[in-house]
């Protein structure tokens, strides 16, 4: 496992100090280096070991078929995997004619850096050859946050003990052997050489190569290029062929001498564009590189990441894990975003293939909320993307006999690749999710531009779908049946609380958006009577409560659904072990539901129904999800549960740093590195916005001593400074005097760019005792408390 | 179509008139013959045209993958698919140098006839080939009822108008091409190439062919013998080889001369016995064919069938169509079943490879209950069958962590074949219905012999599941959630009306085979606390009730579901062209499933909500799937319907014979053929039985005139002669003077062996008006009378 020892908690950085080959690749997955355009998986230099290889393409993908024993309609036939395309990381060395393998030979030395605030991976390592030569080799890698299709390595080979002949091959390669995947049905489907040669063609001292995908055809360009520098004589030559681009540097170093080598790499790949186009975009951007030079890419990254940091940081003191892991987390959710510039952030960003590299509604909930606070621009341009695909949607809507839109559960390119409809289609919800980011987006920027120039499409065409998917009972009330919420072990439920108030905010959200822009809104065909019957059936939903347990159920009848009996089917996680037809129709919960709409729909629960509903379903979650804990830390928090909330914040920022759910291997969890700004800021800090107010209302668990975070609201950015006691507030930009009006702790607080406002905390007593969990899933702190081994 | 010009309604056989090659795949599946161990499809002697080759042999399967684009827990990696195995039926024909090919020269005469009474299969063409010369070819083939391994072909061909020379080549063909599949998700997956070959022997004037499956490792052999009867010179030469045997017959016939072929077949596999053992049972097979020779085999056919037809008859006075069709259907269930011995009764018998050729809850709830009537040692043999798989179904019910045993929902050897669990693992009902069919054979027969052999292990072990599937809620109401029941439209959904009484049925089954067995039951672990649970939750199970309309749901919250739109909505069936994430919340419902409750469970409604409850799921039903007309008839009868009825058992009747579903030509409807009998017997009959007591009502639609039919009960045989006025009740075998007690109209009737007994009909007044069915699903004889054209 993952553990401290090897991998120390230190606030601004992943660093590990031994290389453990059974963890390659969960390092990989750590170590991956993005800018939401380019993803690099954090694989060795020399190309192997390996645990998977993976360099990814935002939005570059293969179609493959979807199988079915026994088929219905509307399944759709082909799906879409992310592809490994060329690989631009690999740097063979042999050290006279021995390769450069940690497998062989002896490693002396180990190290490798994730820096959060250079954004570079630093790996130091000092090995001696079976021969007995040593050499030191650093290499520092970087994925440009500045120019979105370059990346870079520079590679430093230094003599140690004795004169060596020294040979590095740079290299790109397409098509590279990939381990096939386990039996886990969560793994991605692997796909075989997946590339077709286009062109290949010898470049300056590099090479560039061109691709194709069979079945999608797309087309794809990688080049590299190098700058040599080494104290005597060097040989440089390239060989290009269809697959691989080989450039050769040989030189001999005497002790102490050091050869460097810079590797500029461009990517670029289009649907649209020609070859001759492709090659001239990519040629350029190495261009770029070059001239930026190695320095320059290093200053430009440092420059990007201060500036974010500087409105995205949290400060945890008292919680040294935490502190890491939500820099970590943050970390990488802007990597998966910066640049994505109008293509979807998949959930595992492009860190990994888990997945086949889909987006789900994991960007929507737990990833774009945070980024609304942290790097807004990067929200739009995946709202864009969502938008984009609104005709695929409808499509698929009218496929399914509906109105409107429906937007898919999975996908890359935005048809819908859920091959098993009770936990795709099923899941309408998404599309709810899809408006309230848009309805996010502008009540915290203030940026009407997005809704104007397409989110009120979006708004008015999920509206219809629910509007044609929903009925009203002969009571007048408004059901939604068949639907699946967020806890995939219910599935194909009447009226799940989650999904029917997501549904009746985007309904809301649509009639008030067409309120704002009535002339368009005419244009799209809408009228008054369809704007009531929007709000007639929000105001109608059946919101399902039972009166004898004074809980919400999470769907009609939940609460009188069998018990599952965690003493005896306690294999977790239970979708590997136990059978959909019993999980379904059993009280046991696979993640957050009932307990994620008590978040983003906070203001239609009191909280006496929060503390009895977080009670309620605590004792039923396992949480098999990686986008659960923040949740529960959350709600835990709010009803005052403030240990636990700490413990389930823990749980959400170590599962990956620890690979608590043992796939990190297949890439990182963005929702859960998200996650952990959420637990921290919506959970202490209080963070709501679903009444278009921001409200704060912090408090910290025993353990924290200091909670600091920053936000973007409108125009302004925020500090907010808590302690036990009492909270500060910096409002900055503005103009001088300006002032925003924040709910803290229930109540109106104006403040202004002037000076900062301190207020006490207000105090919470939990209503209820600290609810227990099924057998074996107390979160994460308590069973390291009780049990250190539980993690091996 | 199928239409009456070309295939007259005829009350003993069924007769084609004019050979249409559209209709070639339909009529193969209307003249296939069978015995329950061979299936012979009605392919034409020469091989080709044909729709689809057909020759199995029951539970001879091969293995083959279940693909899943995302797998779950449980889910079942292997299929099973029945065979096309060693094609005997090929005899070509040269007429001098010219095949005769019905697409080639010109077809003078055709016609084929299938006879219920002497079971064989008979074709008369004449034929001037494309020189000019003319034949008459007429040839008879039986799958032999009496000797379960044989099957045989009497082939005569006449030179007609000049001097022929005529080859005849006699064909064993193994791995025959069989054409692909369409994309209907119902088609059976077609296997190529399954055979390998094992061995190849020429004997006597004929040959032998052993091949065996590649993965399921099943070996079996096919042997052909032949007698040659001509008056000139003759040669007769055999070739055998690996996948091909031929018998090659020359002569020459002047105008007027016939030369005579029969063919012998014998057919036998086994997972078990060794290559010679094999070779030698199928040898002696064949000799004893030639023992028996053509007359011998014909005359034990007739035999066979006249007994059947002794106590198994139904006559229909006033509907010719029916009459044919209850006939047909009859002589098919009895071909599926006669010598199956120990084997399954797939969907489709032994007549195509539709749905994989498995067996489904359709045999014992369709086609058992017309057999254990009429011909009981059959279901002893099926219900054998069924409880030689419990140690499968108590595997699969471990594994997915109930206790007891569970059924497939599809199999061929036992396993769980089915990929979409939600219409196949949640379908638990099949579990119930097994259980039931075990009851009925014990109430009708009297024998309690299969009950102590096999069957009370089945009744403990399907309770044992039903419990640990069941949970009694806080006010100890007994719920069985996430279930499906038999209407495919609605699925994982609480408390279905159907599987509810099925399984309290079984429940109270169990127990009291147990009271009548308490030291095999002791010795299978039964405890008196176990049955006292069993009758606990029979008698607290949930049967859902919609106060305000006064009718019962079909499951919990039915009729409060979204209303489907017909209107709009009725492109049928709706499984091609909807989804099932619409349909299953929206109520539309596929097939009987609330109304097949009251025909099984008749007892647990009062005719009031019969005639309510009809009147409700008349509107909603599609009658998409085959197995519903006959109910919805057996169930229009009992509430006065008896015009709508009568619309039903006629669409119940053409299933196949005018080909309703568009599908025949993968094979016949089972269900739909027993149905007819059900319709009439259990329709207009009245016959019910779920009280223990042989209950009878009959009453006629107007279009009869009389209605008679002949059912076994305990050791008695019954004829039911029943006219618009009068029922007359005549009791057969039994000791002279035996008496009889049944249950006339709802009045006790004691009959005697002495002399029949007539009593008046049970005038009958519908509650409720005639009620009209979703739009383009009213009954076929409606549909007809407004639109002749609608089969077009």
Redesign the interface.
């Known amino acids: 496992m993952i553990n401290e020892d090897v991998f120390p908690v230190e606030p601004w950085q992943v660093r590990e100090t031994r290389l453990d080959l059974s963890l390659l690749a969960q390092t990989e997955s750590l170590f991956a280096l993005s800018n939401g355009h380019i993803g690099l998986r954090g694989n060795l230099d020399e190309g192997e070991p390996y645990g998977l290889p993976g360099t990814y393409l935002n939005g570059f993908y293969e179609v493959r078929p979807?199988?079915?024993?026994?088929?219905?309609?509307?399944y759709p036939e082909a799906?879409q995997t992310v592809v490994n395309v060329t690989n631009g990381k690999v740097i063979r060395l042999l050290v006279d004619d021995e390769p450069f393998d940690v497998r062989y030979g002896e490693v002396l030395y180990h190290e490798r850096v994730l820096d959060f605030r250079t954004g570079k991976l630093t790996r130091r390592t000092q090995w001696c050859s079976p021969a007995g030569k040593q050499v030191k080799v650093c290499s520092t890698r970087l994925v440009s946050l500045a120019q979105r299709s370059v990346a870079a390595i520079e590679y430093l080979v230094e003599a140690l003990n004795k004169f060596v002949r020294i040979t590095v091959q740079s290299e790109l390669v397409a098509n590279e052997d990939i381990p096939q995947s386990t039996g886990d049905?969560r793994v991605a489907?692997v796909l075989e050489h997946p590339l077709e040669a286009v062109e290949h063609e010898q470049i300056g001292r590099g090479a560039l190569l061109i691709h194709r995908t069979k079945a999608s055809g797309l087309m794809m360009a990688a080049a590299m290029d190098h700058e040599v520098e080494v104290p005597g004589r060097v040989e440089v030559s390239t060989d290009a062929r269809a697959d691989l681009a080989r450039t050769t540097v040989i030189c001999g170093l005497r002790p102490g001498q050091k050869l460097r080598i810079v590797k500029y790499l461009a990517y670029g790949w289009s649907s649209l564009r020609s070859r001759p186009a492709l090659h001239d975009q990519v040629a350029a951007a190495l261009t770029g590189a070059r001239y930026s030079g190695w320095q320059g890419l290093l200053d430009a990254q440092r420059v990007y990441l201060e500036e974010f940091w500087d409105a995205a940081d949290v400060e945890v003191e008292g919680g040294a894990e935490c502190q890491q892991a939500v820099r970590f987390g943050m970390f990488h959710v802007l990597q998966a975003s910066a640049r994505a510039e109008r293509r979807p952030i998949p959930a595992k960003g492009l860190t990994g293939s888990g997945y086949d590299g889909h987006t789900f509604w994991d960007t929507e909930m737990f990833v774009l909320p945070v980024l609304t606070y942290t790097a807004p621009q990067a929200v739009a341009d995946v709202l864009r993307w969502r938008a984009s695909t609104l005709k695929l949607a409808q499509q698929r809507a009218a496929?399914?006999?509906?109105n409107g839109a429906r937007f898919p559960w999975r996908t890359i390119h935005g048809e819908s690749c859920?091959?098993?409809?009770?936990?795709g289609?099923?899941a309408w919800h998404i599309n709810a999710d899809i408006a309230m980011a848009f309805e996010r987006y502008r009540t915290v920027t203030g940026d009407q531009s997005v809704e104007k120039e397409c989110g009120l499409k979006v708004l008015i065409e999920t509206a219809r779908l629910w509007v044609s998917l929903?009925?009203h009972?002969?009571h007048g009330i408004w059901?939604l049946?068949?639907v699946t919420g967020p806890d995939e072990y219910t599935?194909?439920v009447?009226d799940n609380v989650y999904t029917n108030l997501m549904a009746a905010h985007n309904l809301r959200a649509a009639a008030d958006a067409c309120a704002r822009h009535p002339d368009a809104a005419r244009a799209l065909g809408v009228t008054t009577d369809e704007m009531a019957a929007w709000r007639n059936a929000a105001s109608a939903v059946h919101i399902p409560y039972d009166e004898?347990l004074g809980v919400h159920q999470q769907c009609?009848?939940f609460t009188?659904?069998?018990?599952w009996d965690f003493a005896v089917?306690n294999n977790y996680p239970l979708?590997?072990?136990?059978?959909?037809?019993?999980l379904?129709?059993?009280q046991v919960i696979k993640q957050a539901d009932l307990v994620l709409a008590m978040h983003w729909q906070s203001h239609a629960f009191t909280l006496e129904q929060k503390a009895r509903n977080v009670d309620y379903y605590e004792r039923r979650t396992v949480r098999d999800s990686s986008l659960s804990a923040c949740t529960q830390a959350v709600l835990c928090a709010e009803v005052g549960h403030l240990d636990l909330a700490h413990d389930y914040t823990h749980e959400a920022a170590l599962t990956d740093l620890r690979d608590l759910h043992h796939n990190t291997r297949d890439g990182l969890h963005l929702a859960s590195l998200a996650g952990t700004w959420i637990a921290l800021v919506a959970g202490f800090g209080g963070l709501r916005d679903d009444q278009g107010v921001l409200a704060l209302d912090p408090k910290l668990p025993d353990a924290f001593s200091r909670l600091r975070f920053r936000l973007r609201w409108r125009n302004f950015r925020l500090i907010v400074d808590a302690t036990h006691t009492d909270t500060t507030y910096t409002l900055r930009d503005g103009g001088s005097g300006d002032t925003l009006t924040i709910r803290h702790a229930g109540k109106e607080l104006t403040l202004n760019t002037c000076s900062p406002v301190t207020v006490p905390v207000r105090s919470c007593k939990p209503l209820l005792p600290r609810p227990p969990q099924p057998s074996g899933r107390e979160p994460l702190h308590r069973r390291l408390a009780m049990d250190p081994e539980c993690l091996s």
């Open positions: 979807l199988p079915y024993a026994e088929a219905g309609y509307g799906g049905p489907a496929q399914l006999g509906l859920s091959s098993y409809w009770p936990a289609t099923a929903g009925h009972d002969r059901h049946d068949g599935a194909i009447r004898e009609d009848g009188t659904f069998a018990e089917h979708l590997l072990h136990e059978p959909y037809v019993r379904y129709p059993a």
